[in-house]
C-alpha cells in the first residue's frame, strides 16, 4: 500500500514562489510515475504536471508551463513541484497522485492520491 504525503503548500504574495514535496512511502515509487493536480473552488480537479518514473520524461498544463517545474528524488521516495511567479489563479489545494505505469495528464488513471496541500496566491 502507498502513502503519499503533501507539504509546502502556504500563503505567498503574486509573483513569488513556492516548492511543494510529496513523500511516498511503501509500494514501488521509482517504477511508477508521479503527478500534481489541483482543484480549487468550485471548479474540478484539474491536471497541472506529471514526471515519468525515471524524471526523463515530463508534461505540463498550459497554464502552468513556463513557471511550473516537477522534478523527483527517487532515493528519497519523493517528487516536487517548483512554482514561480504564482498568480492569484494558482489558488487550490494541490495533490500527488502516483499511477503504478506510465504518466498521464487524467487524473482517473492514478492509483494513490495524498490529503492535499493549500496554496493561495494573494494580489
Known amino acids: 500500500q502507498v502513502q503519499l504525503a503533501e507539504s509546502g ?3 505567498v504574495q503574486a509573483g513569488g514562489s513556492l516548492r511543494l514535496s ?5 509500494g514501488t515509487f521509482s517504477s511508477s510515475a508521479m503527478g500534481w493536480f489541483r482543484q480549487a473552488p468550485g471548479k474540478e480537479r484539474e491536471f497541472v504536471a506529471t514526471i515519468s518514473r525515471t524524471g526523463g520524461g ?3 498544463a498550459g497554464a502552468v508551463s513556463g513557471r511550473f ?3 523527483r528524488d527517487n532515493f528519497k521516495k519523493t517528487v516536487y513541484l517548483q512554482m514561480n511567479s504564482l498568480k492569484p489563479e494558482d ?8 499511477r503504478e505505469a506510465g504518466t498521464s ?3 482517473r488513471r492514478y492509483d494513490y492520491w495524498g490529503p492535499g496541500t493549500q496554496v493561495t496566491v494573494s494580489s
Open 105 to 107: 495528464t487524467d487524473a
Open 22 to 26: 510529496c513523500a511516498a512511502s511503501g
Open 69 to 71: 517545474t516537477i522534478s
Open 91 to 98: 489558488t487550490a489545494v494541490y495533490y500527488c497522485a502516483l
Open 9 to 11: 503548500g502556504g500563503l
Open 58 to 60: 515530463t508534461s505540463y
